[in-house]
Every structure is written in C-alpha cells, then in structure tokens.
C-alpha cells in the first residue's frame, strides 16, 4: 500500500516547454488534488477532482489542464511553462479525517 | 472556507510543551479544525482534528473553546525532530464531496536544544 505517489520527483523545463505530473493513489478514494507550494509559503489548490471524471478550478488553476485518468489517476499538464511555475507540486488525496499527500515533484523553470 | 491566522514563527526547547494558538474568526456551523505538520522536502501530514472541546491522540491535544473562533494545538515534550511547519486549517470533512483545503503561510516551530 504506497499511498499517493508522484512522477516525477525533480524535473527541469525551459520556458514554453510542456509536461505532465503523474499522481496515483492505491488507497481507493474517491477525491484526488493538485497544490503547488512555493519556497516559505503555505500550499495552494491548483485543481481538485471530486470523483472521476469530473475536475474544477481551485485557487491558482491559470496555465495548468488536469485529466483524471480512473479512479486511481490524476495528472497535472503545463503546456506552455512559464518561471513563475517554479515551485513544488503535491498531489493528495483524502481519507475518512484526513488529506494524505504524496512526496511531492520539485519543478523549476528556466 | 474560513481564513485563520497563526503567529509566523515559533522558539521553544527540548523537554517543553509548546502551544500554538490559531485564529478562525468566521468558522462555520459546519467547519472541522485540523492540524497538518511539514517537515523540508515532504508533503503535509496530519496531526489532529477536532469540532470542539478537546481532543488527544498519542502525537498532540487540540483545545477549541466553545465559540469555536480559535484553537491550540498543544506539543507535550517536543524534540528536536518536531522542527516543522504547522499549519490549521478549517473547513468542511473530507467525507463531503466539496471537502477541499486552504492552507496559510503556517507557523514555523524551531526545537532547540
């Protein structure tokens, strides 16, 4: 049981690059979230998934798509990154009282 | 979702007991209080959660008055490896479909020796 995991853990993009940020969870919820952290601040919602197939904006949604693949999958896409998407991106997903999040991917652009 | 407000930053030493106090003036009827601890480089992880009065479990106690606008997340005998970020948070249980959080900039606890 791995919980929430994320591909990949560091990745280095040039501006206007895209990519895509996997997130899995083997812990069968139903909810599954995006948050990017930057250095000294507290986290902020990018995108959440209620359930599958469905998705809405959080805080900060502004250049990134998301795909929730199945009940297990979540993927985060930038496609046409830009510095200030420099930051850490965590994906978690919520049991009965609690957010468990996943080791986070570390992204910097230049 | 409530706004809270915790101090920035937090000293203490080996062997204490160390209380944060968070603000959470607009709570809702429906509102739960949880705690999150971060350590550099890791996700978030929970630490407690509470509705009311007073709650412990075997890592911290979670004091809410009973008009609910704040709370204290209290560390019995901190170590050193509870240097971490905290963080409270209000907001409806995460068995509701519309369960989402909103993270402040959290209190840093700095565990001397």
């Known amino acids: 049981n791995a919980g929430v995991t994320q591909t990949p853990k560091f990745q280095v993009l040039k501006t206007g690059q895209s990519m895509t940020l996997q997130c899995a969870q083997d812990?069968?919820?139903?909810?599954m979230y995006w948050y990017r952290q930057d250095p000294g601040m507290g986290l902020r919602l990018i995108y959440y998934?209620?359930?599958?197939?469905?998705?809405d904006k959080g805080e900060v949604p502004n250049g990134y798509n998301v795909s929730r693949l199945n009940k297990r999958e979540f993927s985060l896409r930038l496609e046409s990154a830009a510095p200030s998407q420099t930051s850490v991106y965590f994906c978690?997903?919520?049991?009965?009282?609690?957010?468990?999040f996943g080791p986070g991917t570390r992204l910097t652009v230049l | 979702l409530a706004k809270t407000t915790q101090p920035i930053s937090m000293d203490s030493y080996e062997g204490q007991e160390v209380n944060i106090t968070c603000s959470h003036n607009?709570?809702?009827?429906?509102?739960?209080i949880t705690w999150y601890q971060q350590f550099p480089s890791q996700g978030p992880r929970f630490i407690i959660q509470?509705?009311?009065t007073k709650v412990t479990n075997e890592v911290a106690s979670l004091f809410i008055p009973a008009d609910r606008k704040s709370s204290t997340l209290s560390l019995p005998r901190v170590s050193l490896s509870d240097t971490a970020v905290y963080y409270c948070?209000?907001?409806?249980?995460?068995?509701?479909?519309?369960?989402?959080?909103?993270f402040g900039s959290g209190t840093r606890l700095l565990v001397r020796p």
């Open positions: 607009n709570i809702a009827t429906n509102d739960y």
């Open positions: 509470g509705y009311k």
């Open positions: 998934s209620a359930s599958e197939g469905t998705t």
């Open positions: 948070l209000v907001g409806d249980s995460p068995r509701d479909s519309s369960y989402k959080l909103i």
């Open positions: 978690a997903s919520p049991g009965r009282n609690e957010q468990f």
């Open positions: 812990m069968n919820h139903n909810s």
